[in-house]
């Protein structure tokens, strides 16, 4: 079964403090996006990559190309108003059958092990989407006061959120819905029950100025995965 990789990379850069949208951004002299594609080339250099980008970001990302002579092959297509409108521009490049990894442009650090475990049980399952454990305790707002959860009930996202394509596909179809805060969300929707699969720390969204001082740090010391479970959370 092909393996796609969709690498959605529609930030602006305005939390990250800079005029450059942050998956230009260069970490240790290449740029973000690059870094994300690399990753996924490394895990299955088979596996067909997707990148969905602003209309206006894409002669940007051309000449970025031809600058640092990244020459690993990906297709492009432009990006919609909303992130599920997107991922369904570039679903629109899938053949099926196919299992769809729906990945952010931003998250250059998802492990080897990661990939393995989302993919492997996406084949089994229909579905797979990695997830942390909530490590610090948690409250929630209620009205003038706060309310401690139980963390031990809360998972932290990630992606990539794999899937099989004749679940995906139809199950962005559907009307937009502005619930709809990721591709598991569009899928249980669908009618679809989600699988969990453990993730990886270091698979953090760069977001902010702080994030880019972890993902050098990452770089520079090798960036080894912490050892996790190979099994389903």
């Excluded at 002669?59 to 020459?71: A, G």
């Excluded at 369904?88 to 990661?114: C, E, M, Q, W, Y």
């Excluded at 080894?224 to 190979?230: A, F, L, R, S, T």
């Amino acid at each position: 079964m092909i393996r796609y990789a969709v690498i959605v990379a529609g930030g602006s850069g305005t939390r990250m403090g800079s005029e450059i949208p942050k998956q230009f951004i260069e970490v240790n002299g290449l740029p973000v996006l690059m870094h994300t594609l690399n990753t996924f080339h490394q895990f299955d250099a088979a596996m067909q990559l997707i990148v969905v980008l602003p209309a206006s970001q894409r002669k940007y990302w051309e000449d970025l190309c031809e600058q640092h002579e990244f020459t690993l092959a990906h297709k492009i297509t432009n990006g919609g108003t909303t992130r599920f409108e997107s991922v369904k521009n570039g679903l629109s490049l899938v053949s099926s059958p196919a299992l769809i990894g729906i990945h952010d442009g931003v998250r250059p650090f998802v492990s080897p092990n990661t990939l393995e475990r989302c993919y492997h049980h996406a084949k089994a399952l229909g579905n797979a989407i990695p997830v942390l454990d909530a490590y610090e305790s948690i409250r929630q707002l209620k009205n003038e006061s706060s309310q401690a959860l139980d963390r031990m009930a809360i998972k932290l996202v990630q992606t990539p959120q794999v899937f099989h394509s004749d679940i995906l596909l139809p199950a962005y179809e559907q009307h937009y819905n502005p619930l709809f805060t990721d591709d598991a969300s569009v899928v249980e929707a669908y009618g679809k029950t989600i699988h969990l699969v453990a993730g990886n720390r270091e698979n953090i969204k760069l977001t902010t100025p702080f994030d880019l001082v972890l993902a050098e740090a990452f770089i520079k010391a090798g960036f080894e995965e912490n050892k996790e479970e190979d099994a389903l959370v």
